[in-house]
DNA sequence: ACATGTTCCCTTTTT
DNA sequence: GGGAACATGT
């Protein structure tokens, strides 16, 4: 019998949700799998399933909810407890991502697996300084093999769950297996000696731990206990953005919920990091996994207007590998979606800025306008000239604040006061600010850990074991007690308080002070930035502790809210505009080579995540969507012609409004290149646009004259002939007279950069 | 030791 | 075009 208070929820549900959510909202005792469409209010469903089952009486402590990044998991504890209003105690919920979900798990019961509870959590830079010494002491060639392209393999082996020992699978060719095995060996005992975890072993690890717990019970472990408790802790699983786990992930989720009602959530059609080792068989096969598993299916969209749809759906619906389905709206047909080609990506940044410009002079939010791109690179331009404009825009992700060297130096210092044995930390501060420690007596040190397998503290902990000089013993005794003395100080002082301590007592300001140039005065800042960071950290969570700001910081990369700011601009990759969305939406560089991006261009399987991915980012918009596009763009200081993105040519004629002429037309295999940037009268009168150097001088920096003396025009997609390398197709070209570089690709698919003095037209 | 210089490769995408 | 790792000179 249902009680007074279920009844009224059910009643409440009705109203505010469609049939298919509240099924999905309502469904117990059997595994679930909601196929969501964008914009059909999947995190509705999720918020009040979990609202709904608290509603029940299932504890808080009880239901796990996993997201897809740790503001995700804000914005849901924020919104259940908004739905909640009180009645229940939202913070005893797990809501969080795999890795901070595994994290704190680890901290908990990593003992068992020889962890400490202060275990450090490495980011890739540690990583590679790591791996960068193992590859060093393996004596192997550094061209053949650099710290990132074996932690690359390495990553791909943790996304499966493998160890070194399982590297087989990989299918790797020799010398590569035995020496990423060797190198995979080595980083593990170095990361157990230094109580460290990266990335991949968080959800690794806590895997082995709820292995281990499942084992039978022999006499007195009694250890283990508390792990099996665990094991048997979530009685309700949410996992958002199913679609996107990797397999080490998708074990996870069947151990963590062990007998307990699963629900999973996802979309086949946003599956977007298959890079990442993310599989959608997971998500396609749950129901074949999971018997008798429901399958539910959202596809009434709330977000956008149909124009926005039936562009979206006109993209995806080219992918092969796909369950398929078919959103819609009732919000009407609203206004066409935008395509824009303009001269290069200045003027499509001073376009998108202007135009920004003029609609938050009108009253629009900035918060609620986004500008997408493919990859970090093409952020500066455009926040170049948002910034130009006046207007405040935030970057999502990209080179953070927290990649800069001082607050490295900085952050590393705290690290190593939570946990000296962190190698990785240690050597990045040993020397900084300089105290006589050079690099190689930095080296012996390292090599003598290494060699007793050991963590670098310990050695230095004993310099007189060292063999290194007395003068350099007594050096190291120095750097160890101010950290001893750090250490001890730090447990009694507050979180920002350390800090300061770190800064000040180190040198590290005196440093930077005794230095009169600008950079340093610019680190100093930054350095004033962390510690009001970490003083906003301790506002808003009053008890939290200096692990706890660490842990934030190595989780989330350091997402940055800069309170200051609040109607700001976004901008972002496509990746991370997964989730969101936004009124009015910028979609930039479509052009291809760059959406889709060129590295993918000969593999199908990942033009379809292309796709996805473009998929994805058309979805996230509400009302106004304009894509744009660069006839000339600079990628890597060269400047290449680019055709319209394979994504544009598939928008419905209907959908679209295209505001220039050049991309209506059939997309050519390999074509001439523009003469010049759209002819004024292709552009309609109502669209701001500021004319530009390219339109005024539209060929000047792009022809080459060394081969236009001689009466021939490169162009992408003419064949030319190197005399040793053979025929190839041009890319792109620049520099002037007799240094005109051509980009070619050769039959081979290789692509080189070549003066093109060296090459016949064919 | 530090400062400037030089070369390289680079860019997908993220927890 | 640009950052980072190396290199060379003071």
Known sequence: MQDRRRVMRGLDLSMSLNVAQQAAVRHRNGPLLVLAGAGTGKTRVITHRVAALLGEGVPAWRILAVTFTNKAAAEMRHR??????????????????????????????????????????????????????????????????????????????????????????????????????????????????????????????????????EQPKEGQDTELDPVRGFARRFLQVVVDEFQDTNPIQAELVDRLAGRADLCVVGDDDQSIYGWRGADVDHFLSFADRHRGAEIIRLEQNYRSTMNILRSADAVIRKNHRRLGKTLWSEAGDGERVRVLMLGTERDEARFIAREIRDAIDEGANGDEIAVFYRAHAQSRVLEDEIRRVGLACKIVGGIAFYERLEIK???????????????????????????????????????????????????????????????AARKISAFVAMIEELRERSSVLRADQIVLQVIQATGYREMLA???????????????????????????????????????????????????????????????AKGLEFERVYLTGMEERVFPHARVLDSAVELEEERRLAYVALTRAKRDLT??????????????????????????????????????????????????????????????????????????????????????????????????????????????????????????????????????PL
């Not at 392209?149 to 769950?161: E, F, M, P, Y």
């Not at 950290?537 to 009053?542: L, T």
């Not at 007279?737 to 692509?751: D, I, P």
Request: glycine share 8%; aromatic share 6%.
């Open 80 to 213: 259940i407890e908004h739905l909640c209003s009180g009645e229940h105690d939202v913070s005893q919920l797990w809501v969080g991502t795999f890795h901070s979900i595994c994290a704190r798990i680890l901290r908990r019961h990593g003992s068992v697996l020889g962890l400490s509870s202060r275990f450090t959590i490495y980011d890739p830079g540690d990583q590679s300084s790591v791996m960068g010494r193992i590859l060093k002491e393996l004596n192997v060639s550094d061209k053949m093999f650099t710290p990132r392209g074996v932690l690359g393999h390495i990553d791909r082996a943790k996304n499966r769950g493998l160890g070194p020992q399982d590297l087989d699978a990989l299918s790797l060719v020799e010398p590569v297996r035995s020496v990423v095995r060797k190198a995979y060996e080595r980083y593990q005992e170095r990361l157990r000696a230094a109580d460290a975890v990266d990335f991949g072993d968080l959800l690794m690890r806590t895997v082995e731990l709820l292995r281990v717990a």
């Open 627 to 760: 894509l744009t596009m660069a006839a000339k763009r600079r990628i890597y200081g060269q400047v290449q012609v680019g055709q319209p993105s394979r994504f544009l040519l598939d928008l419905p004629k209907d959908a679209i409004q295209t505001i220039a002429r050049s991309i209506a037309a059939p997309p050519p295999a390999s074509i001439p290149a523009p003469k010049a940037a759209p002819a004024r009268e292709a552009w309609r009168d109502d669209i701001v646009y500021e004319p530009h150097e390219a339109r005024t001088a539209p060929e000047d920096d792009a022809s080459p004259d060394a081969i236009a003396s001689e009466g021939v025009h490169p162009y992408v997609g003419m064949m030319v002939r190197h005399p040793t390398l053979g025929p190839a197709e041009v890319l792109g070209w620049s520099g002037e007279g007799t240094k005109v570089k051509l980009q070619l690709r050769f039959s081979t698919r290789e692509v080189r950069t070549i003066l093109a003095r060296f090459v016949a």
């Open 514 to 576: 005794a230095d009169d140039s600008d950079e340093a005065a610019d680190r100093l800042e930054n350095l004033q930035e962390l510690l009001g960071n970490v003083a906003e950290f301790i506002q808003e969570a009053p008890s939290g502790t200096l692990e706890e700001y660490l842990e934030v910081v190595s989780l989330t990369g350091g997402e940055r809210t800069d309170g200051l700011v609040t109607a700001s601009v976004s901008l972002m990759t496509v990746h991370s």
């Open 409 to 471: 130096d900085i952050l590393s210092y705290l690290a190593v006061l939570l946990n000296p044995h962190s190698d990785a930390h240690l050597l990045r501060i040993l020397n900084r600010p300089t105290r006589g420690i050079g690099s190689s007596s930095q080296t012996k040190l390292v090599e003598l850990a290494a060699s007793r397998g050991v963590s670098l503290w310990t050695v230095l902990c004993d310099p007189s074991e060292t063999g290194l000089s007395k003068a």
